[in-house]
């Protein structure tokens, strides 16, 4: 089984700052095979990315997605006030999914 | 509109059962994998299950094989989740979700289904 690690746990930002966010696979994994979740307190999470590099529809493009092999990259250019929340990257490998614990991003 | 409604959810004791459903609507329910997601409270997301488009694969995650039981209802456009054995560490959202045409990714999610175990 895949794990996925993600880091940093928190990150503290000021509206437009940069975001750059690491999710690391304990193997290779396939960049057709990872996404990226976004997920405020109270919903349920949306899809921001994915494929590694595909925004899903409706996702602003300040929202980027990069990396291959082991490690990958959530990078949102200029945080917006509602870009705040949880982000939780995930893989899938012979049908069983996988997500990493989250990185928190918070208003500094 | 496309949805995903669950329903199901609510207290049990622990080594109880109980069956969550999921609704879907508004897309070819039929042409596409589902899964079941759970959130414990305060915590991260954990895939539970996921199912082929026919129901004749399901797939669970080690935490739950052998005491839950995915299965689907194509003339219903329902997902099921049987949950035996129960234990507190099940208590947790559980959340439906649409797959995308290769089955990596949930593109629809549904607003979740608290269950609780407890005495």
């Known amino acids: 089984e895949i794990e996925l690690t993600q880091s940093p746990g928190t990150l503290s930002l000021s509206p437009g700052e940069r975001a750059t966010l690491s999710c690391r696979a304990s193997q290779t994994v396939s960049s057709i095979f990872l996404a990226w979740y976004q997920q405020k307190p109270g919903q349920a999470p949306r899809l921001l990315i994915y494929g590694t590099y595909s925004r899903a529809t409706g996702i602003p493009d300040r929202f980027s997605g990069s990396g291959s092999g082991t490690d990958f990259t959530l990078t949102i250019s200029r945080l917006e006030p509602e870009d705040f929340g949880v982000y939780y990257c995930q893989q899938s490998d012979t049908s069983l999914f996988t997500f990493g614990p989250g990185t928190k991003v918070e208003i500094k | 509109e496309v949805q995903l409604l669950e329903s199901g959810g609510g207290l049990v004791q622990p080594g109880g059962s109980l069956r969550l459903s999921c609704a879907a609507s508004g897309f070819m329910f039929s042409n596409f994998a589902m899964g079941w997601v759970r959130q414990a409270p305060g915590k991260g997301l954990e895939w539970v299950s996921g199912i082929s488009v026919t129901g004749g694969s399901t797939y669970y995650a080690d935490s739950v094989k052998g005491r839950f039981t995915m299965s689907r209802d194509n003339s219903k456009n329902t997902v099921f989740l049987h949950m035996n054995s129960l234990r507190a560490e099940d208590t947790a959202v559980y959340y439906c979700?649409?797959?995308?045409?290769?089955?990596?990714?949930?593109?629809?999610w549904g607003r979740g289904t608290l269950v609780t175990v407890s005495s």
């Open positions: 979700g649409k797959s995308d045409w290769n089955n990596r990714y949930f593109d629809l």
